[in-house]
């Protein structure tokens, strides 16, 4: 059974950090993407970042500042924020697809095959 689980999620002070793992069981590692989208209110899905053996990516909004790493061993990818902003606040959700989606950018949730339940990141000014 597939199964994507988030956590690390939580209140922060602007400046702050947070590292959210997505720990992603019932897959073969190597033969899939794992990307990170946020969703606040009021506003589309953006993707953050996107994760494989063919490439990773990270967000033009948040690069520098956010870092994406993948443990294989324990089937875990992990969005590690920085500086965090207020306009960083929202929903925070892994979603798995084929390998080869992060080549590209891995930015379309259309891409993506499995969702987490999402995990809320509030940034307080």
């Known amino acids: 059974q597939v199964q994507l689980v988030e956590s690390g999620g939580g209140l922060v002070q602007a400046g702050g950090s947070l590292r959210l793992s997505c720990a992603a069981a019932g897959f073969t590692f190597d033969n899939i993407a794992i990307g990170w989208f946020r969703q606040a209110p009021g506003r589309e899905r953006e993707g953050v970042s996107c994760i494989s053996v063919a490439a990773t990516h990270v967000a033009d909004s948040v690069k520098g500042r956010f870092t994406v790493s993948k443990d294989d061993a324990k089937n875990t990818v992990y969005l590690q924020m920085n500086s965090l902003k207020f306009e960083d606040t929202a929903v925070y959700s892994c979603?798995?697809?084929?390998?080869?989606?992060?080549?590209?950018?891995?930015?379309?949730?259309?891409?993506?095959?499995?969702w987490g339940q999402g995990t809320q990141v509030t940034v307080s000014s």
């Open positions: 979603a798995v697809g084929p390998r080869n989606v992060c080549v590209y950018g891995g930015r379309s949730a259309g891409d993506f095959n499995y």
